[in-house]
């Protein structure tokens, strides 16, 4: 058993605490503590040892900060050039089952397109492309050196052989 007096003892010192801990004001308390002296006593790197990075991340909404951060604003920061120069291209390829590729694509229709209209599609659009550069580039010329006359619609000896029936 233990002594009566040391009980009551102990409940005047509950009660003590409790009437004290009622009658003070936290607020002005709190107002008074330096918490710059407080926060200078703080071991920043010993209280981020105790952090699992792993549960906080855990708890973190990726949604919800993704949708804060503006993906389309840090896109259009992301410097693409950049990017492709860091992709090993080599690498990339050595990644690619080319059997299974094979094996999916209908070679015969790959051939039949490369070699029929694809190709020469591409090379009239090229070579439509070239003559309009060169007519603009013509054009510009003339500007620069102020041709007052048009110049000729070819070379002269071209225009020539045209000109014979």
């Known amino acids: 058993m233990t002594d009566p007096m040391e009980t009551l003892a102990q409940r ?5 605490v409790d009437l004290l801990v009622d009658a003070l004001d936290v607020n002005a308390l709190v107002r008074r503590v330096d918490l710059n002296a407080l926060l200078d006593q703080v071991d920043i ?15 973190v909404d990726v949604n919800a900060l993704l949708n804060r951060v503006g993906v389309e604003e840090m896109m259009r920061r992301v410097d ?13 390829v050595r990644r690619i089952d080319m059997d299974a590729l094979v094996g999916e694509t209908d070679l015969g229709a790959v051939i039949a397109r490369s070699s029929g209209g694809v190709a020469s599609e591409a090379l009239d659009a090229a070579r439509s492309r070239a003559v309009g550069l060169d007519q603009f580039i013509d ?15 070819g070379p002269a000896a071209l225009l020539a052989a045209r000109a014979e029936p």
């Open 45 to 59: 790197d010993a209280l981020l040892a105790r952090v699992d990075v792993n549960t906080v991340l855990d708890r």
């Open 139 to 153: 054009r510009w010329v003339g500007r620069l050196i102020r041709r007052r006359h048009p110049a000729p619609a």
């Open 80 to 92: 693409v050039g950049a990017v492709a120069d860091r992709v090993d291209v080599n690498e990339l």
């Open 12 to 16: 005047v010192a509950e009660r003590v």
